[in-house]
Antibody, heavy 117, light 110 residues
Framework: QVQLQESGPGLVKPSETLSLTCIVSGGSISHYYRSWIRQPPGKGLEWIVYMHYSGSTNYNPSLKSRVTISVDTSKNQFSLKLSSVTAADTAVYYC???????????WGQGTLVTVSS | NFMLTQPLSVSESPGKTISISCTGISGSIASSYVQWFQQRPGSAPTTVIYEDNRRPSGVPDRFSGSIDSSSNSASLTISGLKTEDEADYYCQSYDNDNWVFGGGTKLTVL
């Protein structure tokens, strides 16, 4: 069974860069599409970015200028960077993978990132 | 841009059957697969339906998904409702490979 675990700082200062990593276990990351999704407190899910297994990437247009996604296949993990953060970026951040063979979607447990000085 | 709309809340009694709708706006719901995610309070989302009507292993067959092209909507149907089904449910599809989420529906089982 695929398991995902997000890691990264829980507190980021305004104007700095938020950096998170998602470690994938139970399956090769090469077999999955990779995504990041966030959920502001008390609100719904917001998609951030999606990376095809080939490496091509799709971004939420409202966040595209600030988002970078990367993958490290040797460590079976992928990462998110969100630059120039403000309080509006405070949210629980989830990583998710879509199995390219079955279409099933697996989620991480999420990590709360607070943007505050 | 393609959008998905869901009712804010629904409620039903234990043992009954309920359907949650997810309507496509500015595009065809049948153009891309629809997924349904369950999010219990304080927990991460989990997948209950993927590719319109497929259930992950471990999800009870009380959960089913369907597409109705005539109303341009997807539906998640839960039969034999249990109190443990009380959660927020989100539909998700694609707009040119961009993920699109519905706003979520709060299911109350009372």
């Amino acid at each position: 069974q695929v398991q995902l675990q997000e890691s990264g700082p829980g507190l980021v200062k305004p104007s700095e860069t938020l950096s998170l990593t998602c470690i994938v276990s139970g399956g090769s990351i090469s077999h999955y599409y990779r995504s990041w999704i966030r959920q502001p407190p008390g609100k719904g899910l917001e998609w951030i970015v999606y990376m095809h297994y080939s490496g091509s990437t799709n971004y939420n247009p409202s966040l595209k200028s600030r988002v970078t996604i990367s993958v490290d296949t040797s460590k079976n993990q992928f990462s998110l960077k969100l630059s120039s953060v403000t309080a509006a970026d405070t949210a629980v951040y989830y990583c998710a993978v879509t199995d390219l063979l079955t279409g099933n979607v697996y989620w991480g447990q999420g990590t709360l990132v607070t943007v505050s000085s | 841009n393609f959008m998905l709309t869901q009712p804010l809340s629904v409620s039903e009694s234990p043992g009954k059957t309920i359907s949650i709708s997810c309507t496509g706006i500015s595009g065809s719901i049948a153009s891309s697969y629809v997924q349904w995610f369950q999010q219990r309070p304080g927990s991460a989302p989990t997948t209950v339906i993927y590719e319109d009507n497929r259930r992950p292993s471990g999800v009870p067959d009380r959960f089913s998904g369907s597409i109705d092209s005539s109303s341009n909507s997807a539906s998640l149907t839960i039969s034999g409702l249990k109190t443990e089904d009380e959660a927020d449910y989100y539909c998700q599809s694609y707009d040119n490979d961009n993920w699109v989420f519905g706003g979520g529906t709060k299911l109350t089982v009372l």
